[in-house]
């Protein structure tokens, strides 16, 4: 089955991912050799941009300061 079925999307199953990381996970899986990336060079590249594509997710102790509210400083 693997063989000739596409895989998850990564965003399907990580709800917080970031569409660049998505199109680059996918393009690694490409059934098809031609529609992966034609070099390590290339791979490395469109790593780096899908990794800096968009900030991280806030984590669960980011969100919780962000809804709390400090006292005024003195």
């Given at each position: 089955?693997?063989v000739?079925?596409e895989?998850?999307?990564?965003?399907?199953?990580v709800?917080d991912?970031?569409?660049a990381v998505?199109?680059?996970v996918?393009r690694?899986?490409?059934?098809?050799?031609?529609?992966?990336?034609?070099?390590?060079?290339?791979?490395l590249?469109?790593?780096e941009?899908?990794?800096?594509?968009?900030?991280?997710?806030?984590?669960?102790?980011?969100?919780v300061?962000?809804?709390q509210?400090l006292?005024?400083?003195a």
């Amino acid at each position: 089955r693997h063989v000739e079925d596409e895989p998850t999307p990564l965003a399907e199953l990580v709800s917080d991912c970031p569409p660049a990381v998505d199109a680059f996970v996918r393009r690694c899986l490409r059934k098809s050799p031609a529609e992966r990336f034609p070099s390590w060079g290339e791979f490395l590249d469109a790593a780096e941009r899908a990794a800096h594509a968009a900030p991280p997710p806030p984590t669960d102790a980011v969100r919780v300061l962000q809804t709390q509210r400090l006292p005024p400083t003195a």
